[in-house]
């Protein structure tokens, strides 16, 4: 018997990007099969989930590309950016040069898919902070996108990203 996905129910691709370490696979993991842990192996290339977002508007599958952010992997990601709906630029709030580096990551990403809605993740709320919020905003402002903060360890936060991607993929905007 095969299992059949239902055709009322888009699927939308979304990319969370970012440096290595910042915690990109641990929202994931917290958001998807709600766990965590504290153990940490590198994403070689590309992971990838499925989760179904209720919206108010609609319901939809968000099919999760996980991107390594690790610089040898440079080469590869452009060829998983194509087809992508909206984007999770994830930085570490206890590491001020993964913010520094958004601006690179936003780069690669438009000049694969132009015009693509993104939010700026600062992740790891429940470490000493390194970086003050103003500075994470002021870009998000910047560039037009939304700005959320998150832990993947305490969850705070992650149902909220995870469903701005979806509104944003879906051409809703980020209010909720």
Same mark, same amino acid.
């Given at each position: 018997?095969?299992? /059949?996905?239902?055709?009322?129910?888009?699927?939308?691709?979304?990319?969370?990007?970012?440096?290595?370490?910042?915690?990109?696979?641990?929202?994931? /993991? /917290?958001?998807?099969? @709600?766990?965590?842990?504290?153990?940490?192996?590198?994403?070689? *290339?590309?992971?990838? =989930?499925?989760?179904?977002? /209720? &919206?108010?508007?609609?319901?939809?599958?968000?099919?999760? %590309?996980? &991107? !390594? *952010?690790?610089? $040898?992997?440079?080469?590869?990601? +452009?060829?998983?950016?194509? *087809? !992508?709906?909206?984007?999770?630029?994830?930085?570490?709030?206890?590491? +001020?040069?993964?913010?520094?580096?958004? +601006?690179? %990551?936003? =780069? #690669?990403?438009?000049?694969?898919?132009?015009?693509? +809605?993104?939010?700026?993740?600062?992740?790891?709320?429940? &470490?000493? $902070?390194?970086?003050?919020? #103003?500075? !994470? =905003?002021?870009?998000?402002?910047?560039? @037009?996108?939304?700005?959320?903060?998150?832990?993947?360890?305490? @969850? #705070?936060?992650?149902? =909220?990203?995870?469903?701005?991607?979806? $509104?944003?993929?879906?051409?809703? *905007? !980020?209010? @909720?």
């Amino acid at each position: 018997m095969s299992v /059949r996905s239902n055709p009322a129910i888009p699927v939308l691709k979304v990319l969370i990007v970012g440096d290595g370490n910042v915690g990109k696979t641990s929202l994931v /993991r /917290r958001y998807c099969q @709600g766990m965590f842990t504290e153990s940490r192996i590198a994403t070689i *290339g590309v992971d990838f =989930q499925t989760q179904m977002v /209720r &919206l108010p508007q609609a319901e939809v599958k968000l099919s999760i %590309w996980d &991107l !390594a *952010g690790q610089e $040898r992997f440079a080469s590869m990601r +452009p060829g998983f950016y194509k *087809g !992508a709906h909206a984007t999770a630029m994830v930085y570490d709030v206890t590491n +001020p040069a993964s913010l520094e580096d958004l +601006p690179r %990551w936003r =780069q #690669e990403v438009i000049d694969i898919v132009p015009n693509q +809605p993104l939010i700026l993740v600062g992740n790891k709320t429940d &470490l000493p $902070r390194m970086q003050p919020a #103003e500075a !994470a =905003q002021a870009y998000a402002e910047s560039i @037009g996108a939304h700005y959320i903060e998150t832990s993947a360890a305490t @969850g #705070e936060g992650v149902p =909220q990203m995870f469903e701005t991607l979806a $509104r944003l993929a879906l051409g809703l *905007g !980020a209010a @909720g």
